[in-house]
Nanobody
């Protein structure tokens, strides 16, 4: 049974940093590509960043390029999202997700529908 547990969210001021973590269990973590998604109140869930099984391929939303970094440690079954230079518009619930369909073109489009397994989310709030 796939389980994903996010942590690391919180409240920061504009310009601050946070590091999200997602601990995976119940499956062979290294065989799944992973992603971070976010959803703000009244908005659709959007793909923030995705990463290939070995970590060599990463894909970002334009709104976070240069500020966020996705990475994974397959030895620790953990996915990370380093978030720097945070802005109020980054405020949202952040979710990690896992997928077995891991071609680059699928990862690049960062569609929530392509990811079958989800965590419960961790809240990030950025104040101005």
């Amino acid at each position: 049974q796939v389980q994903l547990v996010e942590s690391g969210g919180g409240s920061v001021q504009t310009g601050g940093s946070l590091r999200l973590s997602c601990l995976a269990s119940g499956y062979t973590y290294s065989r799944y590509c992973m992603g971070w998604f976010r959803q703000a109140p009244g908005k659709e869930r959007e793909g923030v960043a995705t990463i290939s099984t070995a970590g060599g391929g990463t894909f970002y939303a334009d709104s976070v390029k240069g500020r966020f970094t996705i990475s994974r440690d397959n030895a620790k079954n953990t996915l990370y999202l380093q978030m720097n230079s945070l802005k109020p518009e980054d405020t949202a619930m952040y979710y990690c997700a896992a997928a077995t369909y891991c071609l680059d073109y699928a990862l690049a489009r960062r569609r929530p529908a392509d990811f079958g397994y989800w965590g419960q989310g961790t809240q990030v709030t950025v104040s101005s």
